[in-house]
């Protein structure tokens, strides 16, 4: 396994884009297809996800910024831009806190808004019940815990391809129509892998909102409403705006009918996205 899984597609300045927990960098592909005539997208899967080498260690937000930060170096790609959706978002936003002047412009797709539930169930489900009393085990055991964890769970089989009514159940849970891109990225989920635990416990104590609040790079916020989908979440992302809106932060806010997977929303500006990334440009010639 190589430290870093990428695909690149395209060709001009630098984006990275980071997936989602359970995602691979397939995820991005429609993105990555939008943009590739004016830029190289790199389409990373996430250390200890799909076929990215996971980190040993406690995670802190140093780390995941220290982990993009080594690739930029290592492939000389100079200040790039990132696009982000969750828990990749969290790792592109800490990038951008830590090491402000390799990033030109952030795009964040549903992540930054809101901190990380403290017993997650929307996410996880009945498991979201146990990830406090893991997450206080994780505190005294450490990676040592991960470890012992990871040889019941990781395995080698290979993921079955995704079924009709497991596509429609998802997208009728997200609010999404059904379309080609997303059963693609669904028929190859991320596995996890060495490491990978170390992300999700890293996540669940990362501050998001102090590393929104420490923002200097200028950043392009897409947010689910959530309105007609889920009336609790959407109550909290709206508290959530309001409160982030307090700060003045260098981020325009764009607000998108409909949950977490904004990318996807057939509606998604990518033309205003394309502007966005441009801006930097034309201002330099």
Same mark, same amino acid.
């Given at each position: ?108 797709? *549903? ?21 406090? /009393? ?5 505190? /005294? ?14 395995? *080698? ?19 999404? /129509? ?27 104590? /990362? ?17 689910? *409403? ?60």
């Amino acid at each position: 396994m190589n430290r870093y899984h990428v695909e690149v597609l395209g060709s001009g300045p630098p984006i990275l884009f980071l997936p989602a927990g359970g995602f691979t960098g397939e995820e991005g592909r429609s993105l990555a297809e939008a943009l590739r005539d004016d830029y190289e997208v790199h389409l990373l899967d996430l250390p200890g996800f799909g076929r990215s080498e996971g980190i040993d260690r406690l995670v802190t937000s140093e780390q995941l910024a220290d982990w993009v930060n080594d690739y930029v170096v290592t492939h000389r790609l100079g200040p790039v831009h990132v696009m982000a959706h969750s828990l990749g978002g969290a790792v592109g936003l800490a990038f951008a806190t830590h090491f402000p002047k390799q990033v030109e412009r952030l795009v964040l797709l *549903d992540q930054g808004h809101k901190a990380f539930p403290r017993v997650p169930l929307r996410e996880y489900g009945v498991f979201g019940l146990a990830v406090p /009393l893991l997450s206080g085990f994780y505190h /005294l055991f450490g990676p040592r815990l991960v470890r012992k964890i990871e040889t019941k769970i990781i395995s *080698d089989k290979v993921s079955s391809p995704i079924q009709e009514e497991q596509l429609q159940t998802f997208c009728a849970q997200t609010g999404l /129509l059904e379309r080609d891109e997303i059963r693609r990225a669904l028929d190859a989920p991320a596995k996890l892998g060495r490491g990978g635990l170390n992300l999700l416990f890293g996540f669940y104590h /990362l501050d998001v909102p102090q590393l929104m609040r420490s923002l200097q790079v200028p950043t392009l916020l897409f947010y689910g *409403d959530f309105v007609g989908l889920d009336d609790k979440e959407a109550r909290l992302t709206k508290s959530a705006i309001l409160d982030l809106q307090r700060h003045e932060l260098p981020i325009t806010y764009i607000r998108m009918t409909g949950g977490h997977f904004v990318h996807w929303n057939p509606a998604f500006p990518i033309e205003q996205v394309r502007q966005f990334l441009q801006t930097e440009k034309a201002s330099s010639l």
